[in-house]
T-cell receptor
Framework: DVKVTQSSRYLVKRTGEKVFLECVQDMDHENMFWYRQDPGLGLRLIYFSYDVKMKEKGDIPEGYSVSREKKERFSLILESASTNQTSMYLC???????????FGSGTRLTVV | AQSVTQLDSQVPVFEEAPVELRCNYSSSVSVYLFWYVQYPNQGLQLLLKYLSGSTLVKGINGFEAEFNKSQTSFHLRKPSVHISDTAEYFCAVSSMNTGFQKLVFGTGTRLLVSP
């Protein structure tokens, strides 16, 4: 069964910490995405990548960066975590051509 | 720019009743349309998608949706819901403008099925 795996389901971090969220897919997909999900706001795109070492900003990139050193792995980095980054983070991937995403199970991050 | 509107943030319904979740989109070019479902504390799972062809699309768990180009809508329907359909449902669109890879999501509709 094809999968997108997010390394943590729940995380609690302190304000100012550097936080890494990891996402791995086993489908050889070119495109990977990071979204955050908040009640009433739906899913908002943070960053996406269409190839190794390539990245593009989404709608809300401020306070985040990403890394894609290998095709299967896409990491989201919170350089200095703040309480307003408390959220559910969802990783997704898709093949070029765009027939819909496969999502990971999500990481619920709480910044205290 | 594209956008997706899900006007109903919450839809309460009794078990075995029919339900329709509304989705409208804005785009000036050809689109692909999707419905996803999210059960509590899980990621999103694809319910169905419209790429081309027949405007009536059937998905998993007895759901279907109809693409209406003139009304720019893609409403999701189920003739008889179960308690287990309680979840949040997201409509999404992609288009030639975004290379078809990038999805734009609506804000979601929470379906609450009660006995």
């Amino acid at each position: 069964d094809v999968k997108v795996t997010q390394s943590s389901r729940y995380l609690v971090k302190r304000t100012g910490e550097k936080v890494f969220l990891e996402c791995v897919q086993d489908m050889d997909h070119e495109n990977m995405f990071w979204y955050r999900q908040d009640p009433g706001l739906g899913l908002r795109l943070i960053y996406f990548s269409y190839d190794v070492k390539m990245k593009e900003k989404g709608d809300i990139p401020e306070g985040y960066s990403v890394s894609r050193e290998k095709k299967e792995r896409f990491s989201l980095i919170l350089e200095s975590a703040s309480t307003n980054q408390t959220s559910m983070y969802l990783c997704a991937s898709t093949v070029t051509g765009g027939y819909g995403y496969t999502f990971g199970s999500g990481t619920r991050l709480t910044v205290v | 720019a594209q956008s997706v509107t899900q006007l109903d943030s919450q839809v309460p319904v009794f078990e075995e009743a029919p339900v329709e979740l509304r989705c409208n989109y804005s785009s000036s070019v050809s689109v692909y349309l999707f419905w996803y479902v999210q059960y509590p504390n899980q990621g999103l799972q694809l319910l169905l998608k419209y790429l081309s062809g027949s405007t009536l699309v059937k998905g998993i768990n007895g759901f279907e949706a109809e693409f209406n180009k003139s009304q720019t809508s893609f409403h999701l329907r189920k003739p008889s819901v179960h308690i287990s359909d309680t979840a949040e449902y997201f409509c999404a669109v992609s288009s030639m403008n975004t290379g078809f890879q990038k999805l734009v999501f609506g804000t979601g509709t929470r379906l609450l099925v009660s006995p």
